[in-house]
């Protein structure tokens, strides 16, 4: 390990900690939020900008903070089959580890604080103190999910974290940011981004299956089963492909634009992959596949929208 850490420089180190793969994922529930907007007719470069901001900063210190927890409670061992993690592999310490976490809370404190003052005048001080809050229970939810002492990540509560968080609070978060309304339908598209971001969960959950039970680390993989939890992928994948077609049904009544769903069909791709998949470890490249496939398909779904 020593030659390791000689051949890697701390910039590399601290880049691997903030799992740059992740940041498309997180991109893209923001990136529906303001293609939403857009074609709302109400859409702010510069809110656009720090509500990604405030995105990055929040998915940063989430990723450090289940490093550090992970670590912490032996979910990340030499069991584990995903990508070696910083802290366990013995190239951050934990008190390093937990100095960057509070620098990406601060960071994610100022860049959420900045937003509400540029969008004060649409969604007034009633909706910037609710969003305030609400940023401030993210922020801990950011660090709770495995830093905690009890963290409710290990309790099989990390999928509905992930689905409230990536789809309900992002998408329509970053639309109401943009336009003081909250419209019942916009439901729809972030029920069905919050599904799609649980589904990447539910891959690296059902990867790490065995590691997971030697660490009393509970996730839904674990009290359904692998097999029962390839039914639960195939229901996050394919339910919103149906709500999405309904959404843009609903606001546009142009058949053609359904043509922008074609690039669902990589999320079928992904449910025939993981299905045929016969080990934990062969799972291991529909991860990365599935978050980039998500970007991907959120583009052409977003340019469908405001063409």
């Known amino acids: 390990m020593t030659s390791e850490k000689a051949n890697i420089s701390r910039t590399a180190v601290w880049l691997k900690a903030f799992r740059l793969h992740t940041l498309p994922l997180a991109f893209a529930c923001i990136g529906l939020g303001n293609f939403l907007a ?47 993690r910083m802290v366990q592999s013995g190239m951050i310490t934990m008190n390093q580890i937990k100095t960057g976490i509070v620098i990406f ?44 002492r009890k963290p409710y990540g290990y309790r099989g509560l990390g999928d509905l974290s992930v689905f409230i968080f990536f789809g309900l609070v992002a998408v329509f978060g970053s639309f109401y940011v943009q336009s003081g309304q909250a419209p019942f339908i916009l439901l729809l ?12 969960l539910n891959v690296n959950n059902m990867r790490d299956i065995e590691a ?31 709500l999405f077609a309904i959404y843009m049904m609903g606001v546009t009544l142009q058949f053609w634009r359904l043509l922008f769903l074609i690039p ?7 449910g025939i992959e993981v ?3 016969n080990t934990p470890e062969a799972l291991n490249p529909f991860l990365k596949r599935l978050a980039i496939s998500i970007m991907v398909f959120t583009i052409c779904y977003g340019i469908g929208l405001i063409i």
């Open 189 to 200: 598209p972030s029920i069905a981004m919050g599904l799609l971001c649980t589904a990447v």
């Open 212 to 242: 997971d039970i030697k660490a009393n680390k509970v996730t839904i993989p674990i009290k359904l089963g692998l097999k029962n939890a390839k039914i639960y992928h195939w229901i996050l994948l394919t339910l919103p492909i149906v």
């Open 38 to 84: 857009y074609a709302n007719g109400t859409f702010h470069a510069v809110i656009a900008i720090f509500t990604f901001l405030t995105a990055l900063f929040l998915q940063i210190l989430s990723n450090l903070a289940n490093d550090f927890g992970d670590s912490k409670h032996g979910a990340d061992n030499e069991d584990r089959l995903g990508p070696k």
């Open 275 to 277: 299905n045929k998949s």
């Open 105 to 148: 809370m601060l960071l994610s404190l100022v860049s959420g604080v900045i937003l509400l003052i540029l969008s004060i005048a649409g969604i007034g001080y009633k909706g910037a103190m609710v969003l305030f809050v609400l940023g401030l229970f993210s922020i801990g939810a950011a660090v709770a999910y495995t830093a905690s």
């Open 264 to 270: 669902a069909v990589l999320f079928i791709i992904n």
